[in-house]
């Protein structure tokens, strides 16, 4: 394995990681603490967990592209 495949397996993990940690973040503070506040409808909630189900759809994704980096730099 290269140098630059290290860094660019190490860069996609980075990037994976603070997209699950601000996808979360982002929904708690939505769904418990703004939304309330602010007196949104249920629909508004339910919009909130859509949109974070989308973050971690996509993190998936990229999960399996780190995990095939990774499997193709081994070989």
Do not use: C
């Not at 979360?24 to 949104?40: Q, Y």
Request: hydrophobic share 55%.
């Amino acid at each position: 394995m290269t140098r630059e495949q290290d860094q660019a397996i190490a860069a996609k993990g980075r990037h994976i990681a603070l997209v699950i940690a601000g996808t979360i973040s982002l929904w708690v503070v939505l769904s418990l603490f703004i939304g309330p506040m602010l007196g949104l409808p249920g629909r508004y909630a339910l919009l909130f967990d859509f949109a974070a189900l989308a973050g971690m759809i996509y993190a998936l994704v990229n999960i399996f592209q780190l995990w095939r980096m990774r499997r193709d730099s081994q070989r």
